[in-house]
């Protein structure tokens, strides 16, 4: 079965300091798919980026990034510079491929309120 | 283009009430799924079409919650009767292939 720990269910920093949200996976697939996505007070779940399992590069977009480590089955999600607006709940989820030739539904982790504090 | 639109945005229905709720995906998009998001906890996957058939209905309660995508196009959630614990957020996704999912604004259900 397949799981997704966020162990930080809270975290709060003064603006302009950079913060790393954790997430640890378990899957027994061998091609599976990470995601990450914001969830602002308004409640609408945001994407912010998927990652396939065969494809460990680093990613940074703006003042996002993103260390993807199959070694120790960890997506962890920074962000520099941090903004008021950077305030919401960030959840990591997975998928896994099915035959079928789309991605099955997302486990999602419990999420890490992040408060950004001006 | 177009997001995911869901709707109602909001429900309060008393217990052993009825209740659905429709969701309508973004354009060409064949995969749509349902989850559960009971506050303060991440979303749950209730039921995943492929086209007009169930992929995946492994976490819906059956026995009350039932679903559909006759078209293959928009869908119906449905609870009947509501529990005082279906109280949460339905959030309504769709995807294309192996793409990421994109969310609808949820409708937020309290059963009284």
């Known amino acids: 079965a397949q799981k997704v720990t966020q162990a930080q269910t809270e975290i709060s920093v003064v603006e302009k300091e950079d913060v790393t949200l954790d997430c640890v996976y378990e899957t027994r697939d061998t091609t599976y798919y990470l995601f990450w996505y914001k969830q602002p007070p308004s409640g609408e779940l945001v994407f912010l980026i998927r990652?396939?399992?065969?494809?460990?590069q680093n990613e940074i977009s703006g003042r996002y990034s993103w260390n993807f480590q199959k070694s120790t089955s960890s997506f962890n999600f920074t962000i520099t510079a941090s903004q008021v607006v950077d305030s919401a709940v960030y959840f990591c989820?997975?998928?896994?491929?099915?035959?079928?030739?789309?991605?099955?539904?997302?486990?999602f982790g419990k999420g890490t309120h992040l408060i950004i504090q001006p | 283009e177009a997001g995911v639109a869901q709707s109602p945005r909001y429900k309060i229905i008393e217990k052993r009430q009825s209740v659905a709720f429709w969701c309508n995906p973004i354009?060409?998009?064949?995969?749509l799924y349902w989850y559960q998001q009971i506050l303060g906890q991440g979303p749950k996957l209730l039921i995943q079409f492929q086209n007009n058939g169930v992929v995946d209905d492994s976490q819906l309660p059956k026995d009350r919650f039932s679903a559909e995508r006759l078209k293959g196009v928009d869908s119906t959630l449905k609870i009947q009767p509501a529990k005082l614990e279906d109280s949460a957020v339905y959030l309504c996704?769709?995807?294309?292939?192996?793409?990421?999912?994109?969310f609808g604004p949820g409708t937020r259900l309290t059963v009284t």
């Open positions: 989820a997975l998928s896994e491929s099915y035959s079928g030739g789309g991605a099955d539904g997302l486990t």
């Open positions: 996704a769709s995807s294309w292939g192996l793409q990421e999912q994109y």
């Open positions: 990652r396939n399992s065969f494809d460990e």
């Open positions: 354009s060409g998009h064949a995969t």
